[in-house]
């Protein structure tokens, strides 16, 4: 059984910085590693993708602010959020996509972002 555990969540004041850490308890074979965020009444939202040869992704709101750095081998993905806004406060979903392309995600955590 495959479990994506992450950390790093918590309340932070405008303008501080938070990192987000994911990593996959079993082998999975991952060809992308992502981060979403859903905001209270929101949709889900992709914030930033880490995609097998190297390659990102970033929604237009966090570019210039966010970093997603990442292991396909270790199974492990980070999300470096600087200059964090009240408006990026959302739970932060961590994603892994395999080869087969099934999805497998995390349980989510809470990131506060007071003004």
């Known amino acids: 059984q495959v479990r994506l555990v992450e950390s790093g969540g918590g309340l932070v004041q405008a303008g501080g910085s938070l990192r987000l850490s994911c990593a996959a308890s079993?082998?999975?074979?991952?060809?992308?590693m992502n981060w979403y965020r859903q905001a209270s009444g929101k949709q889900r939202e992709l914030v930033a993708a880490?995609?097998?040869?190297?390659?990102?992704n970033y929604a237009d709101s966090v570019k210039g602010r966010f970093t997603i750095s990442g292991d396909f081998a270790k199974n492990t993905v980070y999300l470096q959020m600087n200059s964090l806004k009240p408006e990026d406060t959302a739970v932060y979903y961590c994603n892994m996509r395999n080869v087969l392309g099934r999805d497998y995600w995390g349980q989510g955590t809470q990131v506060t972002v007071s003004s």
């Open positions: 079993g082998s999975i074979g991952s060809i992308a």
């Open positions: 880490f995609i097998s040869g190297g390659s990102t």
